[in-house]
């Protein structure tokens, strides 16, 4: 390693061309951490929403964009085990994912799955850390359940279309276009509905309304979330692409039993993320490597085409990740 490397930073709060390509010093492991020779990072959602100055990293975090990569062990900080220098790892970041090199706790690393490329396992941690996390522990998602995600097409769905139907859910997911839910009925969903031409609402309540709701809408879907859901049913609530407020009457939370939670990733403990991590370890890396799941691809860019790649995103025509060629 030399003394700098290159990085994507944000220059200023605003669109995507405030992405710059900027030379960095390379980072050193802390207690606990490793540093990874990035070859490819993830492009995810929180990247834009911090570019646009509406999500601060934590205080110990770097204020470079990115939330995963993938590359190789080049240090190893004291207190680490269980990880080599030379292993070949994707991992969840505190940030700095757009940059040759970065720093993270060794704990939120995991094995590339075998027969799987470092591009794809790039496409990894951010989306299988918070499906996990939001569906199947904080949601309590089983088998049998009818279960519904929104925006099927994102990285997070189709994540969340997969996992669900392999643990045995009827998986509904709605999407903006016919392309866009093809691909999700091609990932195992049993119905995609298209929300610019059908209510989910009507199509839910005619299922026997959803056990489980996953949304990352929020504005007025959230009061149409409740009106979706079974007696007793789950609301999972993980971003607000319409807003955080919206006026609803709370008696249906009461008289129908029903459940609103929700959760951010990377402001939880290190520690939390590593149990996390473990998890996706015994319950989801054997699935990744039977090619039971898979990362949904959708374009790649270079390093310092990370303002197209933001770009791509935010037009919203993609379908699965995004990611960056670093090295």
């Given at each position: 390693?030399?003394?700098?490397?290159?990085?994507?930073?944000?220059?200023?709060?605003?669109?995507?061309?405030?992405?710059?390509l900027t030379e960095r010093p390379v980072p050193e492991p802390g207690h606990g951490q490793v540093v990874l020779k990035v070859a490819w990072a993830g492009?995810?959602?929180?990247?834009?929403?911090?570019?646009?100055?509406?999500?601060?990293?934590?205080?110990?975090?770097?204020?470079?964009?990115?939330?995963?990569?993938?590359?190789?062990?080049?240090?190893?900080?004291?207190?680490?085990?269980?990880?080599?220098?030379?292993?070949?790892?994707?991992?969840?970041?505190?940030?700095?994912?757009?940059?040759?090199?970065?720093?993270?706790?060794?704990?939120?690393?995991?094995?590339?799955?075998?027969?799987?490329?470092?591009?794809?396992?790039?496409?990894?941690?951010?989306?299988?850390?918070?499906?996990?996390?939001?569906?199947?522990?904080?949601?309590?998602?089983?088998?049998?359940?009818?279960?519904?995600?929104?925006?099927?097409?994102?990285?997070?769905?189709?994540?969340?279309?997969?996992?669900?139907?392999?643990?045995?859910?009827?998986?509904?997911?709605?999407?903006?276009?016919?392309?866009?839910?093809?691909?999700?009925?091609?990932?195992?969903?049993?119905?995609?509905?298209?929300?610019?031409?059908?209510?989910?609402?009507?199509?839910?309540?005619?299922?026997?309304?959803?056990?489980?709701?996953?949304?990352?809408?929020?504005?007025?879907?959230?009061?149409?979330?409740?009106?979706?859901?079974?007696?007793?049913?789950?609301?999972?609530?993980?971003?607000?692409?319409?807003?955080?407020?919206?006026?609803?009457?709370?008696?249906?939370?009461?008289?129908?039993?029903?459940?609103?939670?929700?959760?951010?990733?990377?402001?939880?403990?290190?520690?939390?993320?590593?149990?996390?991590?473990?998890?996706?370890?015994?319950?989801?890396?054997?699935?990744?490597?039977?090619?039971?799941?898979?990362?949904?691809?959708?374009?790649?860019?270079?390093?310092?085409?990370?303002?197209?790649?933001h770009e791509r995103m935010e037009g919203s025509g993609h379908i699965g990740k995004i990611v960056l060629k670093v090295g």
């Amino acid at each position: 390693m030399g003394k700098t490397m290159r990085a994507v930073e944000i220059t200023e709060a605003g669109g995507p061309d405030v992405l710059r390509l900027t030379e960095r010093p390379v980072p050193e492991p802390g207690h606990g951490q490793v540093v990874l020779k990035v070859a490819w990072a993830g492009v995810n959602r929180p990247d834009a929403l911090q570019r646009a100055g509406l999500y601060a990293p934590p205080p110990t975090a770097s204020d470079l964009p990115g939330l995963e990569a993938s590359g190789t062990v080049v240090a190893i900080g004291d207190g680490v085990t269980g990880v080599a220098e030379g292993d070949e790892v994707c991992a969840l970041l505190p940030g700095g994912g757009y940059a040759e090199y970065v720093a993270t706790p060794a704990a939120h690393c995991l094995p590339v799955p075998a027969g799987m490329g470092l591009k794809e396992a790039a496409c990894l941690p951010e989306t299988y850390f918070t499906v996990w996390s939001n569906v199947f522990k904080r949601g309590g998602l089983e088998g049998g359940e009818r279960f519904l995600v929104h925006g099927g097409s994102s990285g997070i769905g189709t994540t969340a279309i997969q996992l669900a139907n392999v643990f045995g859910a009827r998986v509904f997911a709605t999407a903006g276009s016919d392309e866009k839910c093809q691909a999700c009925l091609d990932l195992g969903a049993e119905e995609a509905i298209n929300y610019r031409e059908a209510d989910f609402v009507e199509v839910m309540r005619a299922q026997g309304g959803a056990n489980l709701i996953l949304d990352m809408v929020g504005g007025d879907y959230i009061p149409r979330n409740l009106s979706a859901l079974a007696d007793d049913g789950r609301l999972v609530q993980i971003a607000f692409l319409q807003g955080p407020k919206v006026e609803m009457n709370f008696a249906q939370l009461m008289t129908r039993r029903l459940t609103m939670t929700g959760s951010t990733l990377r402001p939880q403990s290190d520690l939390a993320k590593a149990r996390i991590a473990q998890d996706l370890r015994e319950a989801v890396w054997p699935l990744l490597e039977a090619g039971r799941v898979a990362p949904v691809m959708d374009q790649e860019f270079a390093l310092e085409d990370a303002a197209r790649a933001h770009e791509r995103m935010e037009g919203s025509g993609h379908i699965g990740k995004i990611v960056l060629k670093v090295g």
